[in-house]
């Protein structure tokens, strides 16, 4: 069925390469895609000697368990991204959410996407992390929650701001509709840069009870000195 979906949309050529394929990539493009490998911190999926919790992590603890990332936010993984979020081609969330299921070892409760405000959405039309984790709910038979959290303000779009100012955008910009008890919670996302919305996020669901967070992100941006 998605081999029929995307060939419609895509006429049977690759998104990247217009080359043919039976899915949204080429084989080639597929096996170019730069897929995370290494050796990662488990908390926050940036390089880390032997995969252990790294500097950052033990220093100032982010609020989320764990991190899952499937590529490094570079090209073409930025094309598929944006290609989601504003050309509203709605037909790459599935490959999206794909590369990450391939990724996930947890067991976990519920899966929520980062929600985007109502203004945002309005705008938008539709919630790229939603359509990522509606598929990735749906692979690991896992229940999605769409409505338990809300964007209380329109942020300033993270993109727009110095990393160092991002943590304060974001604060506060959450609220929990619900009790989470000892619920463990993936939360979906695009792509992550420096955490903070991801941190911000972790804290309100924690707050209301979760017992873990854990990050699934399609993308990881990896800072200037990682
Ligand atoms: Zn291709
Ligand atoms: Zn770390």
Redesign the pocket.
């Known amino acids: 069925m998605r081999e029929f979906l995307s060939n419609l949309l895509f006429g049977g050529s690759c998104f990247l390469c217009r080359g043919a394929a039976r899915g949204i990539l080429c084989p080639a493009c597929d096996a170019d895609l730069p897929r995370l490998a290494g050796t990662l911190?488990p908390?926050?999926?940036?390089p880390?000697p032997g995969s252990a919790?790294?500097g950052?992590?033990l220093a100032d603890a982010p609020h989320y368990d764990a991190t899952v990332a499937a590529l490094a936010y570079r090209f073409p993984a930025d094309t598929l991204v944006h290609s989601l979020k504003f050309r509203g081609q709605l037909a790459l969330a599935p490959l999206m959410g794909d590369l990450l299921v391939e990724k996930i070892m947890e067991r976990i409760d519920l899966v929520v996407p980062v929600p985007l405000s109502r203004e945002r959405l309005r705008e938008r039309g539709y919630n790229q992390a939603a359509e990522i984790a509606r598929h990735v709910a749906k692979a690991c038979r896992v229940r999605l929650e769409l409505t338990i959290i809300a964007r209380e303000r329109n942020t300033q779009a993270q993109a727009d701001l110095p990393w160092s100012e991002r943590a304060r955008n974001v604060r506060g910009a959450f609220r929990c509709e619900r009790s989470l008890d000892g619920a463990a919670i993936a939360v979906v996302d695009d792509v992550m840069t420096t955490g903070a919305t991801l941190d911000e996020l972790a804290a309100t669901l924690k707050r209301a009870g979760a017992a873990r967070v854990v990050n699934w992100v399609v993308a990881r941006t990896f800072p200037p000195n990682a």
């Open positions: 911190c908390r926050c999926a940036l880390s919790v790294c950052r992590c």
